[in-house]
């Protein structure tokens, strides 16, 4: 599953894209470090690619952050979707 996130106006040296599970009481299960964005139609952005096969049915959340040296992760955004597979 390929998911193209919108950076925001500010601009980072780099990004981090965490997933959760909504449906597992918001249990963290992939972080992407190191992520850089690029030019998109609506400004930067950050394309992240999930593996599918491994997910189960399940309600998920995206949250991307701008990464700095030496702060905290700074929270840009969450981004929410539904997987549901046919039986």
Same mark, same amino acid.
């Given at each position: 599953? +390929? ?13 981090? +894209?965490?997933?959760? #599970? ?5 249990? $963290? ?9 690029? +030019? ?12 599918? +096969? #491994? ?14 040296? #030496? ?14 597979? $046919?039986?």
């Amino acid at each position: 599953l +390929a998911l193209t996130l919108d950076c925001g106006a500010e601009a980072y040296p780099g990004y981090q +894209a965490s997933l959760s #599970n909504l449906s597992d009481q918001g249990a $963290e299960i992939l972080v992407y470090r190191r992520l850089t964005a690029r +030019a998109g139609r609506a400004g930067r952005e950050v394309d992240v690619s999930l593996p599918l +096969a #491994n997910l189960p049915s399940a309600d998920y959340q995206v949250t991307l952050a701008g990464l700095r040296p #030496n702060t905290d992760p700074a929270p840009i955004g969450k981004y929410y979707f539904s997987l549901r597979r $046919e039986q």
